[in-house]
């Protein structure tokens, strides 16, 4: 019979039953609630061993990738550990190997871990500093392509962890990478879906992980990604998404600031663009219909939320829609004079 | 006789079938502001199993679920209105997908049976001896 290893405890399954009846019955607390496959209330992850026949029906492609299940619908025919589906990976040991200024608030760092740190391109993972200072970034570079993992760090005011890095960081500073999370990412297949990226500030680096995963795969249906940021001093990767756009007749790249003028005197490139207004009323106009396309999002927290929406009612299935919203430890208040 | 989940081609069917289904109540003056933008995931889940008990799938909602699933909503005004106009959308959902008339009045009724819990008051027949 199949046994269940949950956080320390083994439950051997009786014939024929759910995963989260055998844990019921040994007393384990595991959430849950319809126990028909709907309500995903008792979603978890295969950490070692098969994913259970049938039991990832109805779950986003992501999710699948991810190895989620639902307990409810599992059967296992062999053994199986499983862990709650947002439970962090193990911690692994970093070291600093370049530290990049990219724009006036955008700092690029590069890691390479001590043993391998199983993630995609675009999900998130949490840096440690050495006295456990913890921040989450996305990731920018590709597993498999690159051989070092990149984050793009934006400076924010009295920020700990983004000032350290900005000022005193150093190349071979020990520090540590916990994770992955996240599900903007890209899943191969599917080559001739539409994808439509959109980003602000650093929502950039998951996308950009994702558009070279993209391409890497042979992906031929079009690729549309809009970096929005406040003013043009906000946009980075500029040169290297340009000439991706020229290389590849499927790949499009705008440019939407919120305010001023566009002065770059950067050629103009085909297939990119530069915009000024509000991002979410630019992709409404240029995007009326998303029925069939694959979305990602990522960044501003309500802006990620209120395209998420849009992009569904403008016709995107609930399963193609993937949304990473970057939350922002808030500042500590600034020391009052009598502090 | 197979149930209208079974006919209609089971999981994927309803999945698809609520998209179209929540697209409408998110777009519905009426009802939309009862949604919250933040948990889209969790809301098109609940409707899917939903969608799955009235279409006669595999369900194991109970109408005290029903009633604690709700009770946020009715102490912000959810009301017999709001039902109906979840109703309506749910007949216009089938309706495009090909189900008959008939077969869409018996969906009503089934989510009609619920109606009660779902606003959080004794069931009818116990209200109507009062």
Redesign the interface.
């Known amino acids: 019979m199949a046994v269940v290893h949950h956080e320390g405890r083994s439950v051997e399954l009786a014939s024929g039953e759910s995963v989260l009846d055998g844990l019921l019955r040994a007393g384990i607390d595991a959430p849950h609630?319809?126990?028909?496959?709907?309500?995903?209330t008792c979603l978890a992850r295969v950490v070692r061993g098969d994913v259970p026949v049938g039991s990832q029906?109805?779950l986003?492609p992501t999710w699948r990738a991810l190895g989620l299940f639902l307990t409810c619908r599992a059967r296992p025919t062999g053994d199986l550990e499983m862990a709650a589906p947002d439970a962090l990976g193990l911690e692994v040991g970093a070291r600093i190997v370049d530290v990049a200024r990219l724009s006036h608030d955008v700092v690029r760092l590069r890691l390479t871990t001590d043993a391998p740190f199983e993630h995609c391109g675009g999900q998130f993972a949490t840096l440690v500093r050495s006295d456990g200072l913890a921040r989450s970034y996305s990731v920018a570079s590709l597993p498999g392509r690159d051989e070092f993992i990149e984050m793009h760090v934006r400076l924010v005011t009295n920020g700990a962890m983004s000032g350290w890095i900005a000022r005193d960081a150093c190349v071979g500073d020990r520090v540590a990478l916990r994770g992955p999370a996240g599900e903007c990412f890209h899943v191969p297949g599917r080559r001739e879906q539409p994808l439509l990226l959109i980003g602000t500030g650093t929502g950039l680096a998951p996308l950009r992980a994702i558009v070279h995963d993209a391409l890497r795969d042979g992906h031929t249906g079009r690729i549309q990604l809009v970096h929005g940021a406040l003013d043009e001093r906000g946009f980075y990767l500029v040169d290297e998404l340009s000439a991706l756009a020229r290389e590849h007749a499927n790949f499009e790249y705008a440019r939407c600031m919120l305010r001023g003028e566009h002065l770059s005197t950067t050629p103009a490139s085909p297939r990119t663009s530069v915009h000024v207004g509000a991002l979410d009323a630019r992709v409404r106009a240029a995007f009326p219909n998303l029925k069939g396309w694959r979305v990602f999002l990522c960044g501003h927290p309500e802006l990620v939320?209120?395209l998420?929406?849009w992009a569904?009612?403008a016709g995107a299935?609930?399963?193609d829609?993937h949304a990473d919203a970057f939350v922002t430890k808030p500042a500590p208040l600034p020391r009052t004079a009598t502090s | 006789m197979p149930s209208l989940y079974e006919q209609l081609g089971g999981e994927p069917a309803v999945a698809a079938a609520v998209d179209v289904f929540y697209r409408k109540m998110l777009t519905d003056d009426r009802v939309a502001h009862f949604f919250d933008a933040v948990d889209m995931d969790g809301q098109i889940a609940k409707q899917k199993g939903f969608l799955t008990m009235v279409l006669g799938g595999p369900s194991n909602y109970t109408g005290k679920d029903m009633r604690a699933g709700h009770k946020h909503l009715v102490a912000r005004g959810l009301n017999d209105s709001h039902v109906d106009v979840v109703i309506e959308h749910l007949g216009a959902t089938l309706a495009e997908l090909g189900v008959g008339a008939a077969a869409i009045a018996q969906v009503a009724a089934i989510a009609n049976s619920v109606r009660d819990d779902v606003l959080d008051r004794p069931a009818r027949t116990a209200a109507a001896k009062n």
């Open positions: 609630s319809c126990r028909a496959g709907h309500c995903q029906e109805g986003k939320v209120a998420r929406k569904f009612i299935a609930s399963k829609i």
